[in-house]
């Protein structure tokens, strides 16, 4: 079955610690994106790539990284520079960014602080 | 700046009785309108998509209304059951090239 898989399914980070987020989609996916959800809130964008080795920032983009080296895999770095990284992490893709097709999700990373 | 709104921000209805849950949003040019279900824990799953030009869009119990010049989405469901229990999302996408805006979504429960 084509989905997204996202792991691990939770993640602590102590203070100073770089963490990284896997996310890999066997789609066929051009445009992959990061998501954060924080209780209560909407979904905000992080990152986003419409095509391998290009990605842009999205709304929160300070303190995290991504990198988009092979079509199939979207990894979200949380670095240290993210002082509040505790949320609820969603990676998804769809077929182009520039279209009317419906985004598909994984079921997300749990960071916290440890 | 786009803002999208969902009330009530949760639900609770007794099984068999209908669902309505509202999505309003500032700016009426969209390109498309995107409902979503999470359930707890959960990535979230696409139910409907609604382009700038359609009135609405239906899947089996699911209905989705879209008025832009009211900058309001609907979605009903019909018959409600315990399995529809979740937090459902409206997102709006403003152009093409445009991101989701999404709502915080409204927590739905049906007790049997």
């Known amino acids: 079955d084509g989905g997204i898989t996202q792991s691990p399914k939770y993640l602590f980070r102590k203070e100073g610690q770089n963490v990284t987020l896997s996310c890999e989609q066997n789609?066929?996916?051009?445009?992959m994106y990061w998501y954060r959800q924080d209780p209560g809130q909407g979904l905000r964008l992080i990152y986003y790539?419409?095509?391998?080795?290009?990605?842009q920032k999205g709304d929160i983009a300070e303190g995290y990284s991504v990198s988009r080296e092979k079509k199939e895999s979207f990894p979200l770095t949380v670095t240290s520079a993210q002082k509040n990284p505790t949320a609820f992490y969603l990676c998804?893709?769809?077929?182009?960014?520039?279209?009317?097709?419906?985004?598909?999700f994984g079921d997300g990373t749990r960071l916290s602080i440890l | 700046k786009q803002e999208v709104t969902q009330i009530p921000a949760a639900l609770s209805v007794p099984e068999g009785e209908n669902l309505v849950l509202n999505c309003s949003f500032t700016?009426?040019?969209?390109?498309?309108l995107q409902w979503f279900r999470q359930d707890p824990g959960k990535g979230l799953t696409s139910l409907l998509l609604?382009?700038?030009?359609?009135r609405e869009q239906t899947s089996g119990r699911l209905n989705a209304s879209l008025d832009k010049s009211s900058g309001r989405s609907t979605l009903y469901i019909a018959a409600s059951q315990p399995g529809d229990s979740a937090t459902y999302l409206c997102?709006?996408?403003?152009?093409?090239?445009?991101?989701?805006?999404f709502g915080a979504g409204t927590q739905v429960v049906v007790t049997p």
């Open positions: 997102a709006v996408r403003p152009d093409s090239w445009g991101k989701l805006q």
């Open positions: 789609l066929n996916h051009d445009a």
């Open positions: 700016d009426s040019a969209i390109y498309n």
């Open positions: 790539s419409q095509i391998v080795n290009d990605f």
């Open positions: 609604i382009q700038s030009s359609q």
């Open positions: 998804a893709s769809s077929r182009k960014q520039r279209s009317n097709q419906p985004q598909h």
